[in-house]
C-alpha cells in the first residue's frame, strides 16, 4: 500500500510538472546537441586479421600469443615516433610522466581485442582518419617485422647450430679419409673383401706371389683397424649429408620471405565520424536533467507538505 501512494506521489508530481519537464528536457536536449559541436571529430578505422605461420608457446593459443606481440613496446614506440603521437596527442615531454600520459592515450584510442571466432581486431580512433587507417596499417606491418625478428633469431641460431655440426662431420671424413689413404698407400689396401678373395684364391691354387703373401700378412695386422676405420667414414658420410640437409632446410627457414598474419578485413579511411555520438549525448543529457529535476521538485513539494 506504501509502494502504491509512492508511485501515485510521484504520478502527481510528474503531472503537476510535466510541462516544465518537457521545457527542461528540450533545453537538456538542444544544449547536449549544440554541445557536441565543441568536441573535436574522431573517425574509427579498424582491421580484422588472423596469425599465420607461428607456433603457439607454452598453453598460449596463436591468437592469445598475437594479442601479447601485437601490444609489444617497442610496437608502440614505432607508432609512436612513426606519426609523431607526441604532438599529435599534445603531450608536454617537460611534465613528468609525460611517456606514462603517452601510453595511457594511446590506449584510450587504440585497442586489441580477441574475436570469438579467435581473430584479433585493431581498431583506432583519431581526429584524423587518414592516420587512423596509417595507424593500423603499420601495427600489422610491425607486428610482422617482430615476428619475423623472433623466428629470424631462432632460425638463425639454428643455423649456425647445423653448419657447426656440417663442419665438424667434414673434418671428421677428411680424416678418415685420410686414414684410409696412408693404409692404400702404405699396405696397397683399396678394396679389402676384393684383394681377400683374390689372394686368398690365388694362394688356395697355389699361384701366390710375394705381393700376394705380404698383402695378406699386412691385412692380418691392420685389418680391424682398417674395417673399423671404413665404416666410420660410411657411416660419418651418411650423417654428413642428413646434417647438411638439416642446415639447408634452416637456411631456407632465414632466408624465406613470409607474412604472419591473414588480413581479413583491411583497414580504410572512414568518410563518416565515429565520436561524437550525438544521439547518445542527447539521451543521457534528457535522462540528467530529468532525474535531476524530478529530485529537485520531489524535495520543494516535500518542504510544501511538511509546512
Given at each position: 500500500?506504501?509502494?502504491?501512494f509512492?508511485?501515485?506521489?510521484?504520478?502527481?508530481?510528474?503531472?503537476?510538472?510535466?510541462?516544465?519537464?518537457?521545457?527542461i528536457?528540450v533545453i537538456?536536449?538542444?544544449?547536449?546537441y549544440?554541445?557536441?559541436f565543441?568536441i573535436?571529430?574522431?573517425?574509427e578505422?579498424?582491421?580484422v586479421?588472423?596469425?599465420?605461420?607461428?607456433l603457439?608457446?607454452?598453453e598460449?593459443?596463436?591468437t592469445e600469443?598475437?594479442l601479447?606481440?601485437i601490444?609489444?613496446?617497442?610496437?608502440?614506440?614505432?607508432?609512436?615516433?612513426?606519426?609523431k603521437?607526441?604532438?599529435?596527442?599534445?603531450?608536454?615531454?617537460?611534465?613528468?610522466?609525460?611517456?606514462?600520459?603517452?601510453?595511457?592515450?594511446?590506449?584510450?584510442?587504440?585497442?586489441?581485442?580477441?574475436?570469438?571466432?579467435?581473430?584479433?581486431k585493431?581498431?583506432?580512433?583519431?581526429?584524423d582518419?587518414?592516420?587512423?587507417c596509417?595507424?593500423?596499417?603499420?601495427?600489422?606491418?610491425?607486428y610482422?617485422?617482430?615476428?619475423?625478428?623472433?623466428?629470424?633469431s631462432?632460425?638463425?641460431?639454428?643455423?649456425?647450430?647445423?653448419?657447426?655440426?656440417?663442419n665438424k662431420?667434414?673434418?671428421?671424413?677428411?680424416?678418415?679419409?685420410?686414414?684410409?689413404?696412408?693404409?692404400?698407400k702404405?699396405?696397397?689396401?683399396?678394396?679389402?673383401?676384393?684383394?681377400?678373395?683374390?689372394?686368398m684364391?690365388a694362394?688356395?691354387?697355389?699361384r701366390?706371389?710375394p705381393?700376394?703373401?705380404?698383402?695378406?700378412?699386412n691385412a692380418?695386422?691392420?685389418?680391424?683397424?682398417?674395417?673399423e676405420?671404413?665404416?666410420?667414414?660410411?657411416?660419418?658420410?651418411?650423417?654428413?649429408?642428413?646434417?647438411k640437409?638439416?642446415y639447408?632446410?634452416?637456411?631456407?627457414?632465414?632466408?624465406k620471405?613470409?607474412?604472419y598474419?591473414?588480413?581479413i578485413?583491411?583497414?580504410?579511411?572512414?568518410?563518416?565520424?565515429?565520436?561524437p555520438?550525438r544521439?547518445v549525448y542527447v539521451i543521457f543529457?534528457?535522462?540528467?536533467?530529468l532525474?535531476?529535476?524530478?529530485?529537485v521538485?520531489?524535495f520543494i513539494e516535500?518542504?510544501?507538505?511538511?509546512k
Open positions: 500500500m506504501e509502494n502504491y509512492r508511485n501515485k506521489n510521484f504520478i502527481l508530481l510528474i503531472s503537476k510538472w510535466k510541462y516544465h519537464l518537457i521545457v528536457a537538456a536536449a538542444v544544449s547536449a549544440a554541445a557536441t565543441l573535436s571529430k574522431k573517425y578505422s579498424f582491421a586479421v588472423y596469425p599465420a605461420n607461428v603457439p608457446v607454452s598460449e593459443s596463436e600469443q598475437m601479447e606481440i601490444q609489444s613496446q617497442d610496437i608502440r614506440d614505432k607508432v609512436f615516433n612513426d606519426f603521437l607526441i604532438e599529435h596527442y599534445e603531450i608536454d615531454t617537460n611534465s613528468e610522466g609525460w611517456y606514462t600520459a603517452l601510453n595511457n592515450e594511446f590506449e584510450s584510442n587504440v585497442s586489441f581485442t580477441k574475436t570469438e571466432n579467435e581473430a584479433v585493431i581498431n583506432v580512433i583519431d581526429e582518419p587518414k592516420t587512423a596509417l595507424i593500423v596499417d603499420s601495427i600489422i606491418s610491425y610482422n617485422q617482430k615476428v619475423k625478428s623472433l623466428h629470424g631462432k632460425s638463425f641460431e639454428a643455423m649456425l647450430t647445423w653448419k657447426n655440426e656440417v662431420k667434414k673434418n671428421e671424413i677428411d680424416s678418415l679419409k685420410a686414414k684410409l689413404l696412408s693404409y692404400q702404405e699396405y696397397g689396401m683399396l678394396n679389402f673383401d676384393i684383394q681377400v678373395e683374390k689372394y684364391e694362394i688356395l691354387q697355389g701366390a706371389t705381393e700376394s703373401k705380404d698383402w695378406i700378412t692380418e695386422i691392420v685389418k680391424n683397424d682398417y674395417l676405420t671404413d665404416s666410420l667414414l660410411w657411416e660419418s658420410a651418411n650423417m654428413y649429408y642428413e646434417n640437409k638439416t639447408e632446410g634452416h637456411v631456407r627457414d632465414y632466408k620471405h613470409v607474412t598474419t591473414h588480413v578485413t583491411s583497414p580504410y579511411i572512414a568518410d563518416k565520424n565515429s565520436y555520438k544521439l543529457a534528457i535522462l540528467g536533467s532525474v535531476l529535476s524530478i529530485l521538485l520531489s516535500s518542504k510544501k507538505q511538511s
